[in-house]
């Protein structure tokens, strides 16, 4: 079974490269090339990852609950 590689599905997800994923994670670019070539994560690499993925999704969930904040105010003021 060949397995999709987490790195490279997160980067895609987030629509971000590898060179921000390290960035983001605070860690060198060749860390996350070394991820990419053997798809074998740290614990703490795969927490982190899922972890970001989650803070995105929340963000957008907050983003969506804002916009409907900011239409409910608007059909008040009407």
């Known amino acids: 079974m060949n397995e999709e590689n987490i790195v490279k599905r997160v980067c895609s997800e987030l629509n971000i490269t590898q ?5 983001r994670l ?5 860390t ?4 990419v070539a053997s798809n074998e994560l740290p614990n703490m690499a795969l927490k982190s990852l ?4 989650e803070n995105e999704k929340n963000k957008e969930i ?4 804002k916009k409907f904040q900011e239409l409910l105010k608007e ?4």
């Open 26 to 30: 605070g860690t060198h670019l060749t």
């Open 75 to 78: 059909s008040e003021n009407k």
């Open 50 to 53: 899922d972890l970001l993925v």
């Open 62 to 65: 907050i983003k969506t609950y």
């Open 32 to 35: 996350v090339q070394k991820w």
């Open 19 to 23: 060179k921000e994923l390290a960035n």
